[in-house]
């Protein structure tokens, strides 16, 4: 039988799981999906300064603002175009958020927002570090301290969604410096775009009408001008017997008259 210690232990390991479920904080909007597990917002990998050359030899184990310093300046060395370049080296797919789900519609949304609801913050106040949001294969915006420029609950990214065409995938990464092995998030939400759709059908329509109504102006025009013709012509050809009648009625008076005048 276990001894009480083991139960405490235990009893105290689940309530820390359960209250870290969203120790790290989610996208919240457009809301994220997660996988199954209770503690889904947690990093995805550990990266250190020996990713990089441009990183080794440089001092990581002070406060999370100077670390966050000292990466700033070495990564324009690293020859990385972007964050998410270092993320694909560690992190597969959509670390444990899900990119299987029917996309959320963004056509009225103008941000992203990353939340924590357990301190009630947006980004943790200790995870200083860089950040970036892209749609598909486009980045949005680069950041090199979200935590800094980001506050408030929840934390609040302008995001211009007219990026997106129809279907696309928003893809998060945030790196935390606040210790000498880096925390790596990634999460990712299938999103759509209403508003192009809509954009499209309405210029569609016009332009369907718009062209229909000429057409229809022009048809009637040639049908109306073709009716003309043929109908002049029909009444030309019924008037033109006339002529033929008056010949027909002086040619029968004159032979009467002579016939009168023999007489």
Same mark, same amino acid.
């Given at each position: 039988?276990?001894?009480?210690?083991?139960?405490?232990?235990?009893?105290?390991?689940?309530?820390?799981?359960?209250?870290?479920?969203?120790?790290?904080?989610?996208?919240?909007?457009?809301?994220?999906?997660?996988?199954?597990?209770?503690?889904?917002?947690?990093?995805?990998?550990?990266?250190?300064?020996?990713?990089?050359?441009?990183?080794?030899?440089?001092?990581?184990?002070?406060?999370?603002?100077?670390?966050?310093?000292?990466?700033?300046?070495?990564?324009?060395?690293?020859?990385?175009?972007?964050?998410?370049?270092?993320?694909?080296?560690?992190?597969?797919?959509?670390?444990?958020?899900?990119?299987?789900?029917?996309?959320?519609?963004?056509?009225?949304?103008?941000?992203?927002?990353?939340?924590?609801?357990?301190?009630?913050?947006?980004?943790?106040?200790?995870?200083?570090?860089?950040?970036?949001?892209?749609?598909?294969?486009?980045?949005?915006?680069?950041?090199?301290?979200?935590?800094?420029?980001?506050?408030?609950?929840?934390?609040?990214?302008?995001?211009?969604?007219?990026?997106?065409?129809?279907?696309?995938?928003?893809?998060?990464?945030?790196?935390?410096?606040?210790?000498?092995?880096?925390?790596?998030?990634?999460?990712?939400?299938?999103?759509?775009?209403?508003? #192009? *759709? +809509?954009? @499209?059908? =309405?210029? %569609? /329509? $016009?332009?369907?009408?718009?062209?229909?109504?000429?057409?229809?102006?022009?048809?009637?025009?040639?049908?109306?001008?073709?009716? #003309? *013709? +043929?109908? @002049?012509? =029909?009444? %030309? /050809? $019924?008037?033109?017997?006339?002529?033929?009648?008056?010949?027909?009625?002086?040619?029968?008076?004159?032979?009467?008259?002579?016939?009168? *005048?023999?007489?």
């Amino acid at each position: 039988m276990p001894s009480a210690s083991v139960i405490i232990s235990a009893v105290f390991a689940a309530a820390a799981a359960l209250g870290s479920v969203d120790a790290h904080g989610y996208i919240s909007s457009p809301k994220a999906q997660f996988k199954p597990g209770p503690v889904y917002t947690t990093y995805n990998a550990i990266i250190t300064a020996n990713d990089n050359a441009a990183f080794k030899g440089k001092i990581f184990n002070r406060s999370p603002e100077q670390n966050t310093q000292v990466f700033t300046s070495a990564w324009p060395q690293t020859g990385y175009k972007s964050l998410r370049a270092l993320f694909d080296k560690y992190v597969k797919d959509c670390g444990n958020s899900r990119d299987d789900i029917a996309p959320v519609d963004v056509s009225n949304l103008k941000a992203m927002t990353w939340q924590n609801n357990e301190y009630k913050e947006g980004f943790l106040g200790s995870h200083h570090g860089p950040c970036e949001v892209w749609i598909d294969d486009q980045m949005i915006t680069h950041d090199d301290d979200c935590v800094a420029k980001y506050k408030g609950f929840p934390a609040s990214i302008p995001v211009d969604y007219s990026k997106c065409k129809g279907n696309c995938k928003l893809s998060f990464y945030w790196l935390a410096l606040h210790s000498q092995e880096w925390q790596a998030y990634k999460q990712c939400v299938p999103i759509k775009n209403g508003a #192009g *759709g +809509n954009a @499209g059908g =309405n210029t %569609g /329509g $016009n332009t369907g009408g718009n062209n229909g109504g000429n057409n229809g102006g022009n048809n009637g025009g040639n049908n109306g001008g073709n009716n #003309g *013709g +043929n109908n @002049g012509a =029909n009444q %030309g /050809g $019924n008037k033109a017997p006339s002529p033929t009648k008056k010949r027909t009625n002086r040619s029968l008076r004159n032979f009467v008259d002579e016939a009168e *005048g023999q007489n």
